[in-house]
């Protein structure tokens, strides 16, 4: 029997100036996609983050007037280890977010804001691959922003946005999915694997909520692992996996 042939990623596009990060919550971003943020930022791109909630329920010993606050917190020092400066979030409640109309304007105002060409998000999908089950909050987020790709550049849907001053942006040229278990392209991650493990170390109140191990320990053999299995896919070389949808 012969073995499966492995399927090479293709690069991500590169012809692009600014991109939009869309996400259900703090440290979604720094679990496997920030090396690639990293290395765009070095480049002169810019790269803004949109989170739908502060991430308030994470934390089981802390309540969450007080951990959405901190968490907050940690997601802005998280962002500039990675060179991203701009970060937004929406409020909508942690735990319980729900797709549709709502969020999908939310995140269509952010996009026509700040006019990306490649809008990035997580999985959202039921599974992690078919092994593990997805949260709601991701699912919600992940398809509500690939909807909103397109809300963002249709003047007759949410006109109330035009109101406010945020004419369409029909500039979104790509929507990249990380954590998809169905990539199609990778982003070299050599350059920022170092700064992504020390950006999700900046969520060290959620690490220690989560695990016994060494929040370093923790975070660079779970940034390096899924950097060197991408990699058996893109030339050897330590990467990020997006599945990408073209617009």
Request: charged content about 25%.
């Amino acid at each position: 029997m012969t073995e499966p042939k492995i399927t090479e990623l293709r690069p991500m596009p590169a012809d692009w100036q600014r991109a939009l990060a869309v996400v259900a919550h703090p440290d979604d971003l720094e679990y496997g996609c920030s090396a690639a943020i990293a290395t765009w930022t070095d480049e002169g791109r810019e790269v803004g983050y949109l989170l739908a909630s502060r991430g308030e329920a994470g934390i089981d010993t802390l309540e969450p007037a007080k951990c959405g606050p901190l968490r907050e917190r940690e997601q802005r020092a998280s962002a500039a280890v990675v060179g991203v400066t701009q970060v937004e979030f929406l409020d909508h409640e942690d735990g319980v977010i729900e797709y549709g109309t709502a969020l999908r304007r939310d995140i269509a105002a952010a996009i026509r804001r700040q006019r990306p060409e490649l809008v990035i998000t997580l999985n959202h999908r039921d599974t992690w691959g078919g092994i593990a089950w997805n949260t709601p909050d991701h699912v919600a987020v992940g398809r509500a922003t690939l909807d909103a790709a397109g809300d963002a550049g249709n003047r007759w849907i949410f006109p109330e946005l035009i109101e406010q001053g945020l004419e369409p942006w029909n500039g979104v040229r790509w929507v990249a999915i990380a954590g998809s278990a169905s990539p199609t392209h990778a982003a070299d991650a050599s350059a920022g694997l170092e700064r992504a493990v020390r950006s999700l170390l900046e969520h060290r109140t959620y690490i220690e909520a989560l695990t016994d191990e060494d929040p370093e320990t923790y975070a660079r053999g779970f940034l390096t692992a899924h950097a060197e299995r991408t990699a058996e896919r893109f030339g050897g070389r330590p990467a990020v996996a997006f599945e990408v949808f073209s617009r």
